[in-house]
C-alpha cells in the first residue's frame, strides 16, 4: 500500500507533516465519504486500504463507508486524528467536540464497524497496538480503528519493536482436526454422483482464490457465482456455468445447481440481493459450506477450522469425481430478438452482453448500487477481471468514489491490471460526482459511464414508477468534466443514444486504450431494466409489504 485516502484538516496535517512523503502520500479527496468509498476501492484491488480523517465531524462522515467496508469484508485501517492526550484528559471544550468533554464517543461509535480498535495513548505501547490492529485487520478483513492523539504524533518509540514483522497467518488449526474435517469433506465428495462448486465474496475477500480455481480446475465439477462473487471465477473455463442467484440465475443454471446431490458453497454471503430475494432453493442436506472460520458440513458445524487448509489439502487428496456436465453459457451473444431488432434504442438486455464482448483480461470493472449491479450479471468477463460492487451494504452512490481508489491502484500496479472501468447510474452519481474532480488532479484514466434514465430506476421497480422522489434533476454530465477544471488534452467525453452510436465508441481503439479520463453519457429508457433487477425487486417489495 503507497497511498492513504482522506481529507485535509488540521489534526491529521500533524501526521503528514511527520512523515516521509516519499514512503507514502495522501490523496487528498473532496469529502471524507467519499475518501472512504475511495479506500474500500482501494482495498479490493491492492489488498488493504487506508482512511485518514479528523476527530468528531471528520470521522462521522465517514462513518457510512466504513461499516460497508465492514458489512462486506474489506480490510481498511480508519486512522483519527485526534486533540491532544492533556485536552482529553482535562475534558477541554474544544471545537469538533459534543461540549459535553467526551471524547471517547466517537470510537464508541466505531467500535461496532471495526474488528479492532487501537488507542494511541502511550508511546511504549502504541506499536503493539497498531501491529495487532493492521494483524487483525489483515485475518478478519475487515475495518479497524486507530486513534492519534496530535502529541503522539512526534513521539518516539522503541526501535526493536519495529524490526518485528507482524504475524498475518491465520490462527492455528490442530492438524488432526483439520484432517478429520478433510476426511468428512472427501467422503461425501466421492460419493456424489452429481456435485457442483458455487463460488461467493468471501472466496476472494478472505484469499481462497487460488485455492478455489486449483479445486475447479482439477475437479472439473460444474462451477457456478454468486452475484458478489464474480470474479473469483475464470470465466473462460470449460466447466464455467454462470451466475446462481435463485430465480435471477442465468438461463439453466437454477435448474443445474439445485438438482445437484452435492453443492460445495465457498465464501457465500446470502443477504437479498446476492439472492434474488431469498430465492435460493439448495437443501443444507445437500451442502458443504466453506467459510474463513467455519466448514459446515450438512448440518454438521467445526468452528476454528478455516476454508484456505480445507480447501488445500482437499485439492491435494482429490480422487476421480463423477462429473455431470453443466449448462453451456452463452460467451455474451446478445439475444437474437434483439440483435435482429430494427430499433437502436439501448436497452439493458442487450448492452450487457455487449459489453463483455469488449472487455479485456485484468480489467478492474466496478457497478453501482441498482441497474449496473444485476445488468452485470449478464456479462461474461474475460480472464482476471476484477468485479467491485457492493450487493451487501448498497450505498448508493459508492462505485464513483470507489472508482477514484480503484484506479489508483490499478496506476500503482501497471503489470497486474489493465483499465479501471465504472458504470453508474445519473442518480447514484449525483451523490460522489465531486470524486471526479480528484482523479483529474491524479492524473488518473478511468473510462465512466453514466447511465442517463431520469433517476433512480431500481427504486422504481420497489416502491413505483411514478414516485416523484425517484427523480433527479437532469445534468450536464460529461459537462463536469471540464467544470472540475480538466485540461482539454488530458480528457475525453462522450454522448451515445443509439446502439449504432454505442457500438462505434467500443469499436475506437483510443477510446478503448486510454491514457487520460473518459467520460461517457449513456442515455437509456427510465422504465427499462435488467430482467434480473426486475425480479429481485419484485421480491424485495413484498417482503417490504409483510406484517
Known amino acids: 500500500m503507497r497511498a492513504q485516502l482522506g481529507t485535509n484538516s488540521h489534526r491529521p496535517i500533524s501526521l503528514f507533516i511527520a512523515r516521509d512523503p516519499a514512503d507514502l502520500y495522501q490523496v487528498g479527496n473532496c469529502n471524507e465519504l467519499n475518501a472512504g468509498y475511495a479506500a474500500d476501492g482501494y482495498a479490493r484491488v491492492n489488498g488493504l486500504g487506508a482512511l485518514v480523517t479528523t476527530f468528531g465531524v471528520g470521522e462521522l462522515s465517514a462513518l457510512n463507508a466504513v461499516a460497508g467496508a465492514y458489512s462486506e469484508y474489506v480490510p481498511l485501517v480508519h486512522i483519527v486524528g485526534q486533540p491532544s492526550t492533556l485536552s482529553q484528559r ?34 511504549y505501547e502504541a506499536p503493539m497496538l497498531i501491529d495487532h490492529a493492521l494483524r487483525e485487520c489483515w485475518i478478519h478483513s475487515r475495518p479497524v480503528y486507530i486513534t492519534l492523539p496530535t502529541d503522539m504524533v512526534q513521539k518516539k518509540v522503541e526501535g526493536q519493536q519495529l524490526k518485528l514483522p507482524i504475524d498475518l497467518t491465520p490462527p492455528s488449526v490442530e492438524r ?50 454468486a452475484p458478489m462473487g464474480k470474479g473469483a471465477v475464470d470465466e473462460t473455463s470449460p466447466n464455467y456455468g454462470g451466475v446462481y442467484a435463485g430465480t435471477g440465475s442465468n438461463s439453466g ?104 464482448q469488449w472487455l479485456q483480461p485484468n480489467d478492474v470493472i466496478l457497478t453501482e448500487t441498482g441497474t449496473s449491479n444485476f ?88 416502491h413505483g414508477m411514478d414516485a416523484t422522489y425517484n427523480d433527479v434533476q437532469n445534468w450536464r454530465y460529461k459537462d463536469l468534466v471540464a467544470a472540475f477544471g480538466a485540461d482539454s488534452n488530458k480528457c475525453k467525453t462522450y454522448q451515445v443514444k443509439t446502439r449504432e452510436q454505442f457500438n462505434s465508441l467500443l469499436e475506437d481503439v483510443k477510446f478503448s486504450n486510454p491514457q487520460h479520463l473518459q467520460f461517457v453519457e449513456v442515455y437509456m429508457p427510465k422504465e427499462d431494466a435488467p430482467k434480473v433487477l426486475q425480479i429481485t425487486a419484485k421480491a424485495s417489495a413484498e417482503n417490504n409489504a409483510k406484517m
Open 253 to 356: 443454471v437454477a435448474e443445474r445447481v439445485e438438482s445437484a446431490d452435492l453443492v460445495l458453497s465457498i465464501g457465500a454471503i446470502k443477504s437479498d440481493f446476492n439472492t434474488s430475494g431469498f430465492t435460493y432453493k439448495i437443501s443444507q442436506l445437500n451442502t458443504i459450506d466453506f467459510h474463513s472460520d467455519y466448514i459446515r458440513v450438512k448440518y454438521s458445524e467445526y468452528p476454528g477450522v478455516g476454508m484456505k487448509g480445507v480447501l488445500r489439502k482437499v485439492v491435494d487428496r482429490l480422487p476421480q469425481l463423477n462429473v455431470q456436465p453443466g449448462p453451456t453459457t452463452n460467451n455474451n451473444a446478445i439475444p437474437k430478438e434483439i440483435l435482429n431488432s430494427s430499433d437502436s434504442t439501448i436497452t439493458h438486455a442487450w448492452l450487457w452482453p455487449r459489453l463483455g
Open 90 to 123: 482535562d475534558g477541554m471544550l474544544l471545537h469538533h467536540t459534543l461540549g459535553n468533554g467526551n471524547f471517547q464517543v466517537f470510537a464508541d461509535m466505531s467500535t461496532n464497524i471495526s474488528c479492532a480498535v487501537a488507542k494511541l495513548t502511550d508511546s
Open 176 to 225: 488432526e482436526k483439520e484432517d478429520y474435517v478433510v476426511s468428512v469433506v472427501m467422503k461425501y465428495l466421492s460419493a456424489a454422483k452429481n456435485a457442483v462448486i458455487l463460488v461467493d465474496a468471501c472466496t476472494i475477500r478472505h484469499r481462497v482464490v487460488e485455492e478455489t480455481r486449483d479445486l475447479i480446475a482439477k475437479s472439473k465439477l460444474p462451477t457456478f457465482v
Open 375 to 462: 445488468g452485470i450479471w449478464e456479462t461474461r468477463f474475460p480472464k482476471n477481471v476484477t468485479a467491485i460492487s457492493q450487493v451487501l451494504w448498497g450505498s448508493i452512490g459508492y462505485a464513483t468514489g470507489s472508482c477514484q481508489g480503484a484506479a489508483l491502484a490499478v496506476k500503482e500496479l501497471p503489470k497486474k491490471f489493465n483499465r479501471t472501468i465504472l458504470w453508474t447510474g445519473d442518480g447514484s452519481f449525483q451523490l460522489t460526482a465531486q470524486e471526479i474532480s480528484t482523479c483529474i488532479r491524479h492524473d488518473l484514466n478511468p473510462i465512466i459511464f453514466v447511465i442517463c434514465n431520469d433517476g433512480y430506476t431500481i427504486e422504481r421497480f420497489i
